[in-house]
Structures are given as C-alpha cells and as structure tokens.
C-alpha cells in the first residue's frame, strides 16, 4: 500500500525554525517528483514547492523563497521541508503530496499542523 | 502566482449534474492540459479525482469527469450523491515548473 506519512509540525514563535519530515513507503520513492501543499485553518490548499526524482530541481511558491528549502534523502524514503524565518501566515496543516506518472497528486499523508504564534 | 478562480460554492440535488469551473491564465490552465481537481471532505486529506484534464484514477466513480476549453477548465459530477458533498480544489502546473490551486468551491448536496 503507498503511504506517506508527515512528521515534525508544532509551535514555534515568529522568526523560529522546524524540519518535516515525510516518510514514504509501498512505491519506488526515487522514481516520483513530490511536494509539500498546505493548507491554513479553514482556508484553500496552497502548494508550496516541489523537488524532483533526483533532487536537481526544486520550485517554490513566491512567498517562502528564501526561507524554506525543500530537500529528499531516496536512501531514506524521505523527503523533508526545512522551514525557517517563520511567520504567523505560515500557519496551517502541511501535507506531503506523491506526483504521479502524470500531472496530479495521487497520494497525500493526513498532514502535520504548523502553528507559528507568540 | 494568484490562485485559480473557481466559484466559492455550488449545489445540487441528489441525481442532478452539476458543474465547478476553474479559470487560469495562458501561463497555466491555457497553456498546459496539467489540470487536476481534488475533492476533500473535512477534516480529510485532499483526494485526486481528475488529472491532466479528462482522466480518472483506478477506482473514481465515472460520474466525475473534466473537460478544458481555453483558459477554464471543469470538473463536472453527474447523478449528484449526499457523499459527493465536499470541497473541490482544481489545480495546474505552469509555465515555471511549479503548481497553483483554485481557491476551492464548497458542494453542497440539498
């Protein structure tokens, strides 16, 4: 069964720093592009970058360039978001998101929630 | 990077069709036939429902279906079920490699 399943979130204060971390299993991790999408209290989905099989390439969305980095270990079956210079905006549930053969995220873990606040 | 426009909430009666409409730019939806939609029942992780405009994955009903003309895409369910009641979200790769969502449209089955 394909599974990805999130880890990391919390309270952090303005300007603080966390890792997520996501962990795959049931598919060959290395062959996919994934991303991390989030979603903040009782908004829409926002997807917020995306790297791909290898690690050459990675995209994010304008409003965390420079402040997140998004990276994957295929030895690991992980993939992690590194986030830093938090702000209260970046509040939300973080979901780590498979991209299929073609172009939609097929398996998406339950989320890991992110609250930044003092 | 603004988000795609889709209709903030549609409904309709069980049996009925209904369709939600998503509208992007030549960047994205116009440019590329890399729309997907998603449904999300609250409290739950997104599901993928239609991908690259008109194909379903193995095991979505076939009363849901896309279709693209131009700059807007839609998803489309036929013979409208209480289940189907949720949150649609479509979305589109674009022209700089990465991906923008619609601001979602909440379904409401009367």
């Known amino acids: 069964e394909v599974q990805v399943v999130e880890s990391g979130g919390g309270l952090v204060q303005p300007g603080g720093s966390l890792r997520l971390s996501c962990a795959a299993s049931?598919?060959?991790?290395?062959?996919?592009?994934m991303s991390w999408v989030r979603q903040a209290p009782g908004k829409g989905l926002e997807w917020v970058a995306n790297?791909?099989?290898?690690?050459?390439?990675?995209y994010y969305v304008d409003s965390v360039k420079g402040r997140f980095t998004i990276s994957r270990d295929n030895a690991k079956n992980s993939l992690y978001l590194q986030m830093n210079s938090l702000r209260v905006e970046d509040t939300a549930m973080y979901y780590c998101?498979?991209?299929?053969?073609?172009?939609?995220?097929?398996?998406w873990g339950q989320g890991t929630l992110v609250t930044v606040s003092s | 990077q603004s988000a795609l426009t889709q209709p903030a909430s549609v409904s309709g009666s069980p049996g009925q069709s209904i369709t939600i409409s998503c509208t992007g730019t030549?960047?994205?939806?116009?440019?590329?036939?890399?729309v997907s939609w998603y449904q999300q029942h609250p409290g739950k992780a997104p599901k993928l429902m239609i991908y690259?405009?008109?194909y379903r994955p193995s095991g979505v009903s076939n009363r849901f279906s896309g279709s693209k003309s131009g700059n807007t895409a839609s998803l489309t369910i036929s013979g409208l079920q209480a289940e189907d009641e949720a949150d649609y979200y479509c979305?589109?790769?674009?022209?700089?490699?990465?991906?923008?969502f619609g601001g979602g449209t909440k379904l409401t089955v009367l």
């Open positions: 998101a498979k991209k299929g053969g073609a172009h939609g995220f097929d398996n």
């Open positions: 049931g598919f060959t991790f290395s062959n996919f592009w």
């Open positions: 790297i791909k099989q290898d690690g050459s390439e990675k």
């Open positions: 030549r960047s994205d939806v116009g440019g590329y036939n890399y």
């Open positions: 690259d405009v008109t």
């Open positions: 979305a589109s790769y674009t022209s700089s490699n990465t991906v923008i």
